[in-house]
């Protein structure tokens, strides 16, 4: 329970920044079309995060290991991070 309690926290707080924290002012979110999970959409993504600044435009150097979907998009993603071209 208190890893689950842990887990509910961060997802809750970064969920209620939504609006602030992904932003395309922050070059931190893909919509539209180009956004529909798969490879080449999870390609850009994983760019996108490796190109992150912080505000004295040093390379953040974030490697992603987690990719989170909604339920309906888990298959898609197991799909996609099981393959030899990601």
């Not at 996108?48 to 992603?64: E, F, G, S």
């Amino acid at each position: 329970m208190a890893e689950r309690g842990v887990s509910d926290l961060v997802w809750k707080t970064i969920l209620a920044n939504g609006g602030s924290f992904f932003h395309t002012d922050h070059a931190n979110i893909l919509s539209g079309g180009s956004s529909v999970l798969d490879a080449t959409s999870l390609g850009s993504a994983i760019t996108k995060m490796r190109q992150q600044k912080d505000a004295q435009n040093n390379n953040l150097d974030i490697m992603p290991v987690v990719l989170v979907v909604p339920p309906e998009l888990e298959q898609t993603g197991k799909a996609l991070l099981n393959s030899e071209y990601i």
